[in-house]
Structures are given as C-alpha cells and as structure tokens.
C-alpha cells in the first residue's frame, strides 16, 4: 500500500494544478446541488417495526385527518388573570379562526368548547392539525401561524408552542463553534509547526472537504429526511478527522525536508509512510459510522453514512489535495515564525524533533511510562473505571423533550406552562388506537377502561372513523418519567383486555409512545452493533499490524475510555452537576448518544492506537529491542498525536456553545472521549501495556505470515526500496 500512496502523493504534487481545480470544481458543484435543491433537515424520528410507527401507519389509513403533524397551541393570560375574561378571549378565539384559514392546517380544536382551559383559568390549549407530516410542513405554513396568533398577543395573551412541528422548531445551526473550532485548531498548529503556512494548509483543506460533504448531504436532505444532528456530526468529523490527517501527512512531511529531502520526494515519502496510517485509521472510523446501519434505525442510519462520507472525503482530500498543497508551498512550510522573545525558538524545536527526538517532551514522558509502567496502568486504569461508574449504575435513555430546552426556547415555556397549569401529562399524551371498533359504545367502553389504568390521569375519544377509535390518554406524570414508561407497557400488555369481545387491535403510539419505542430498540441494537463493529474493525487492525494481541489491546482500551466517556456525560447532564456550568436542565441520556459514541470514539481511537503503534511497529522493526522501541515510537508519535487529540476536543467543545441541549451532550461526550482516549488510554496504558508484554506482542503464527499480505503500514520496504535504487528515487518506486 505504501508505494501506492507514494506514487499518488507524487502524481498530485506534479499535477497540483489539475488536482486543485477538480477539488475546486467539486465544492463548486456541491454549493450549488446544494442550494438550489432546498433541502432542510428535519428531527423527525421513525422506527419501523415499532407498535408506535405501526399506529402511524393505521392513522394514516383509516384516519387520515389525524395522520399529519400537530402544533399544540399554549394560550397564556397574565399571572393572576383568567384566559376566559372577554379581552383575551375575544384575542384567543380571533387566533383560533385566522389559524383554520392557514394553508395545510385541516383542523383546530377551540379550547373554550373542548374543556382544555386549565383549572386555574389561566392558560387555554389548542391543537392545530396539518395534512403533512412534519417534515412536510412548510416554513411558509409556520410562519402563518405566527401571523395567525397576532390578535391574542395584541390583547396581552402570550402565546407558546409545542408539538411534532412548531414554528422554530427546526435547528438554525450557528456558525460560532465551528469559527471557534478552527481558530483554536489554527493556533495549536501553529503551536506544533511554527510556522503560518504550515498551520493553515491542514485546516485550508479540511474546510474544502467539509463544505463539499455539508452541500451534498443538504442537497440529499431535499429527498431523504436528514437529523438536524446529522450535519452537525458531520461537520464535527469531518473538520476533526480532515484537519488530522492532514496534520499527520504533513508533520512527517516537514521532517522529512528537514532531514535533507527535496519537497516532492518529502511530499511522496510522507504520503507514503503516514499516509498508510491515515489509510486505516479512516477506514476504521468509516466501517465504525456505517456499523450504524445495522442497528435498524433510519435516522441513525442515515447520521452514519453522512458522518461517514465526511471522513471518507477528508482521508481522499488528504492524499491528493494536500500533496498538491504541499507543491505549492514548497520550502514555505518550513520559514518559521520569530517571536522577539524567543528569537529561532520554534526552528530550533522543528529540528530537534526531526533529528534528535529523543530530547523531546514526548520521548521523555515515553520513558517515565516505560519505566513506572505497572502503577501507570493501575491508576490509568482505576480512574476511567471510577469515570465509568455512573454510566454502569445510572444511565437512563430517552429522547429529548421541551423540558430539556433552553428556558429561552418556545417548547420549553410551552412545557413549563401546560406542566403548571395542567399537570406533566399534558406533555405527554399518549394516543390509544383502537382497529376494528364496531360501534360508539364500544368506543366508550374503552375510554372508561383506560380511565381505570393506573397511571392515567384523563382519557377522551377523540375521533371515530372508518371502524377506527382514536382514544387520547393523559398520564400523571410527564413524556420522560419512568412511570410514563410503564404505562405505555401496561396498556400494551392489557390489550386483551381493553378489546373485549370486540375483536379490536389496540395499539399505543404517539410523540411519547413513539420516544420510548426509539429508545427500546437502541437499547437492544447496541449489543448487536458493538459485536458487528468490533468484530469489523479487529479484522482490520489485525491484517493492519499482523498481530492478534494489538486489535485485542485497542478494543479494551476504546471500552474503557467510551465506559467513561459516557459516565462523564450521565454524571454532568443526567445527574445535573453541570446544571450552572452549561446551563442546561438534568434530563434522561439522549438515547442514540451511547451507540453513535461507540461508532465515533471507536474510530477514533483506532485512528490514535495506530498512528502511535505503527510507530512503536517501525522502531521495533529497526531495532528488535521492544521496550526501546515503545519508547522512541511513542515519542516520535507524541508530538503529532497530542496535538490532533487537542484539535479534536476542543472542535467538539466548541459546538458546546450552542442553545441545543442535544448538541451540548454530543459535543461534550465526544470531547471527553477523545481526550481521555489520547492521552489516558493511548498515550499512557498502551506504551504500559506493551512495555509489559515486549515482543510477544508481535507474534503471529506462521500460516497467518504465509497467506496474509503484509500491508507495509510502516512503510518500512518503501523506505528500504528508497534506500536501496537512489538512482531511480525521482521517477518511482521499484
């Protein structure tokens, strides 16, 4: 593989004209597939082959009008004031008829005539039913609805929203985590290389590739629908992994011109050695995203194969596009900055790491760990079990609710003043369907069955169509209570009971029934996927490095540092300890968090256990000393590594800064992550481990040598070949 990537590298750096202007032709193309095709992402989550799907399903065969989206309407009077006294139902009941005139809306309830004022008179409920699913939905359709509810905000009533669709209810994705991500990721570079040209080429090209990937998946949007956490997982990987890999190719790049070579055979060589690693380490994060397709999730599936098509476009941009770069720059990526206080500081660093490595940082905490490696790893190991612990004990899943946004967003006002006036169930209406209802009475019946179910604060018929009865339930408690939970089972497991001798199929489904159902299956895929997955990626990493004990090695590492990834994540936003910190509100682990950070944080950290082990690999294949070579290649891959792990965490930082509460679990989860993978786990327990086990870590029984290829992740016989035909150095490798 190495000589192929090297006969790449050295055809782009020639053709560095023609490759630039087809990446640029292709981000022009993507721009505009993408706005011209109007797509928008949508958080609109179906799982089929659930009972809550199945009711979608029925309602929209049998009951049509029922079939579409849903706006709950929260009509509030001021505190201490009645939304019945004329004036601001006089407003209210202008809104409701200039809402039924809205384009798509086909129904709306008058909350004054269907008893859904609230005890205390203060607050009225509506709900405005659309012919569209929610994706469906225009903006121009929610936009009237804003226009619609003017004549109650004129009378002083205030006006909230909530529901399947509402107006604001798409994510508006903000562009300050991103310009923070790469302004930090331009300083550390800039940190590592010294030098400006040096720190902008890796983040000049992942920029290239993630607006190709961004446009595409919009374009893509217009006919699939797309999570509005799909492009931001996307964007994540696809700006982390572009600038990382482009910062590995580089780094052994610029070592190389220091070591004496010319900039195209530099370019070549270092597309050839570090480009083998970036080669498998993507691949590892690709099959990890597209594992995703197994669990059987549409939404889930369709997050992974963006994210997916983000790293695949970041690893070819990396091997074509930057050694295109880099002919452009030539020798400018080694002019380095001067500072007046530490005049020749970062040459002097750049050289040192290049020919003498053993006097770095890296090298020196290599062999502190090396030397102290059985209390390294019991403590490394004893404090990501102790991160881990909440995850084990306490982790709860479910899907966002309007209790979980900002204070500042309309769903959550609209949750808080339904929970106050009405009670939490109100947030959380279950919708009863009964399939082949004979009659009204028999309609009625269940009502007054359902009525009986503990747990159940209310139920009402609320339509009768085509032998199909639409029940609506409100529990005692709200969407996300674990009693909520358990009735949703209970009323599916009297199903009997509740039919009679009417011979009808009950089902339950809804927004919450719905939100349960989700987390259910993910909770049951997640074995299914961690195997699918592991299994993939051992297979790969062992025809990688032509050992079992290695892909062993990195599998038990990932779990520990996901194990306390996770904790961490159940710990500050289950628990609610960071409640001030990130202004969030305590709420249930997002329920496809866990298995998108196993496909994440697992590709990623193979991406560090093989750039740091394949060093490790090539000192030992030098030396054939094992402890000493755990020493030299972790400090050789320390630098590097370091600063790819901190461009990563601090890009998933960055979207913290965001009003989403769903993109701050993400983002938080995945800097932890990969903060604790690099440094605790790759860094720290891997040289331990290996120090420990020395060269019988390399062992491979000799059939495996004999029928699988060696993919020379090293590079060690393209260097050999180098080394050996110089004569034929500048045209190709033998």
């Known amino acids: ?76 009077a001021p505190p201490g004031s009645a939304v019945t006294a004329p004036r601001y139902r006089t407003g209210v009941e202008s809104a409701l008829a200039r809402l039924r005139r809205v384009p798509q809306v086909v129904s709306v309830s008058d909350p004054f005539t269907a008893h859904a004022v609230s005890p205390n008179g203060r607050v009225a409920l509506a709900q405005v039913q659309y012919s569209a699913s929610a994706p469906q939905v225009k903006d121009s359709t929610l936009d009237a609805v804003k226009t619609a509810v003017l004549p109650a905000q004129r009378a002083g009533v205030q006006v909230e929203y909530a529901g399947s669709v509402y107006p604001g209810w798409r994510l508006v994705p903000s562009e300050a985590p991103e310009l923070i991500g790469l302004v930090v990721a331009f300083i550390i570079l800039l940190i590592t290389f010294g030098a400006f040209v040096a720190a902008g080429l890796p983040i000049l090209t992942a920029v290239i590739g993630v607006v190709i990937t961004l446009m595409g998946v919009t374009a893509i949007a217009a006919v699939v629908n797309i999570a509005s956490a ?38 070549a060589l270092a597309a050839g050695t570090a480009g083998s690693s ?40 990396a091997l074509t596009l930057l050694p295109a770069a880099l002919g452009f720059a030539g020798r400018k990526v080694t002019r380095f900055i001067s500072t007046p206080l530490r005049r020749g500081h970062h040459e002097r660093v750049a050289k040192i790491a290049a020919t003498q490595p053993q006097r770095t940082f890296g090298s020196r905490w290599a062999r502190f760990v090396v030397a102290y490696r059985a209390p390294v790893l019991v403590v490394g190991v004893a404090v990501l079990l102790l991160l881990a612990w909440p995850f084990f004990t306490s982790m709860r899943l479910g899907l966002p609710s309007g209790a979980s946004k900002p204070t500042s967003d309309t769903s959550r006002k609209a949750y808080d003043l339904t929970t106050a006036s009405f009670g939490p169930g109100f947030n959380g209406q279950l919708l009863v369907v009964a399939d082949g209802v004979p009659d009204r009475a028999a309609s009625a019946r269940m009502v007054a069955e359902l009525a009986k179910v503990p747990g159940v604060d209310a139920a009402n018929l609320a339509l009768q169509q085509n032998g199909t009865a639409v029940i609506r339930v409100i529990p005692t408690t709200g969407p996300d209570d674990q009693a909520t939970t358990d009735l949703v089972h209970r009323i599916r497991g009297d199903r009997a009971v509740l039919a009679g001798d009417t011979g009808a199929l009950v089902l339950v ?31 790969l990493l062992t ?12 599998i038990l590492g990932f779990l520990l540092s996901v194990s306390a990834a996770i904790g961490a994540q159940v710990a ?45 690999k090539e000192e030992f294949t030098k030396s054939g ?69 020395r060269a019988k870590l390399w062992y491979h029984p000799q059939w495996f040598a004999k029928y699988v290829p060696d993919p020379d992740i090293e590079g060690e016989r393209l260097q050999h070949n180098l080394h050996t035909t110089p004569a034929k150095q500048s045209d190709s490798v033998p």
């Not at 989550?45 to 399903?57: A, L, M, Y």
């Not at 489904?509 to 993939?536: C, E, Q």
């Not at 300890?577 to 709420?587: E, Q």
């Not at 320390?638 to 989403?660: E, P, S, W």
């Open 278 to 317: 970036v080669v498998f380490a993507a691949l590892t994060v690709i099959i990890a995203l597209c594992g995703l397709s197994v669990v059987g999730i549409p939404f889930l599936t369709v997050m992974g194969l963006a994210a997916a098509a983000a790293v695949f476009t970041a690893l070819l941009i």
């Open 572 to 616: 500050i936003f289950q628990w609610g300890w960071g409640r001030h910190l990130f202004a969030i509100t305590p709420a249930e682990t997002i329920s496809f968090l866990p298995i998108l950070m196993l496909a994440i944080i697992f590709g990623l950290s193979s991406d560090y256990e093989v750039f740091v082990v394949s060093r490790i």
């Open 625 to 693: 000393d094992a402890r000493g070579a755990v020493e030299r290649g972790t400090g050789l891959a320390a630098r590097v590594v370091t600063a790819a792990a901190l461009i990563m965490f601090f890009i998933f930082v960055a979207f913290m800064f965001t009003n989403d509460p769903t993109i701050k679990a993400i983002g938080f989860s995945f800097a932890v992550g990969v903060f604790l993978d690099a440094f605790v786990v790759r860094l720290t327990l891997v040289p331990a481990v290996m120090a420990m086990v």
């Open 1 to 76: 593989m190495s000589q192929y990537l090297f006969r790449l590298a050295r055809w782009a750096f020639r053709r560095r004209r023609l490759v630039l202007a087809v990446w640029l032709a292709a981000a022009v193309a993507a721009v505009a597939l993408g706005v011209l095709s109007g797509g928008k992402t949508n958080d609109t989550f179906t799982i089929p082959g659930t009972e809550s799907q199945h009711v979608s399903d029925v309602l929209s065969q049998k009951v049509p009008v029922l079939s579409g989206a849903q706006t709950q309407v929260v009509f509030a």
């Open 509 to 539: 489904g809804g927004t919450t029934a719905s939100n349960i159902d989700v987390s259910a299956k993910l909770s049951a895929a997640l074995p299914v996927f961690l195997f699918v997955v592991v299994g993939l990626a051992f297979i």
């Open 543 to 554: 025809f990688a490095f032509r050992t079992i004990l290695v892909p062993i090695k990195s």
């Open 230 to 267: 799909s492009t931001t997982v996307a964007l994540m990987l696809g700006l982390s992994c572009g600038i990382d890999y482009g910062l590995f190719i580089l780094s052994r790049h610029r070592n190389n011109l220091l070591t004496g070579l010319e900039p195209e055979d530099a370019a």
